[in-house]
């Protein structure tokens, strides 16, 4: 059962939270290459829950880091969004639909890369739609909360254009951190993934024993 009063609460149990989510907070008003950093510190705390350490919120350190790990999420969701866009372009509620099952898949898929730091895994729709399918109604109930939750942010830009935007880039940035807690602990329950992989597409060879030869 997912827990989901932990993890709206968890951004508030840092002792210097306001000062960390305030951080995120502009980087997200910023441009979207700048957007790359919050997207990245997310991603860190995605990582944790999905290995089941301690979460708290980290520092803002590793800049480096936080920009190319904030970037391959960013390309991830925007791999599995290209189709909708296509599909959009022919006929919107195609579009939609594409649309709907691409965020439906993407939490799963990140934690397909998470685990085995392969690019590739993240694209293995099979695999990914049969660990949602073991994730059972957890998953698909922590989809539709988070969902909910993006779609008030977006009618709050709606409703008040410049300071709208501003107030959901904060409260957006603090949404991202829920949805690391919540689907990292959701999708820390499946099984690593094989150890093949984990490591690409390196495959092991097989030695095959000297004979000994005969005096």
């Known amino acids: 059962m997912i827990d989901l009063e932990n993890a709206l609460k968890f951004p508030t149990t840092d002792k210097e939270w306001k ?5 995120g907070g502009v980087l997200n008003i910023a441009p979207i290459i700048i957007n790359f950093f919050p997207i990245g510190y997310a991603y ?14 980290v520092e803002w350190d590793n800049w480096g880091d936080l920009f190319i790990q904030g970037l391959i999420v960013f390309l991830i969701g925007l791999l599995y969004n290209i189709a909708s866009l296509i599909l959009f372009a022919i006929h919107p509620i195609l579009g939609i639909l594409a649309f709907i099952a691409a965020a439906l898949l993407f939490p799963m898929a990140l934690a397909q890369y998470a685990m085995s730091g392969n690019f590739s895994q993240a694209f293995q729709i099979g695999d990914i739609w049969g ?11 922590g989809w539709l909360v988070m969902a909910g939750i993006f779609l ?31 689907f990292g602990e959701i999708c820390s329950r499946q099984e690593p993934l094989p150890e093949d992989s ?3 597409s390196t495959k092991r060879s097989r030695s095959t024993p000297r004979r000994r030869s005969k005096s």
């Open 152 to 182: 008030i942010l977006w009618m709050i830009i709606a409703a008040i254009p410049i300071l709208g935007w501003i107030i959901s880039a904060i409260l957006g940035f603090y949404t991202c951190l829920v949805f690391a807690v919540l």
């Open 198 to 200: 984990r490591k690409g």
């Open 131 to 141: 660990r949602i399918r073991k994730a059972g109604t957890d998953y698909f109930v």
């Open 19 to 23: 000062r960390k989510i305030l951080i």
């Open 44 to 57: 860190r705390i995605f990582q944790k829950a999905l290995k089941r350490q301690q979460i708290a919120l």
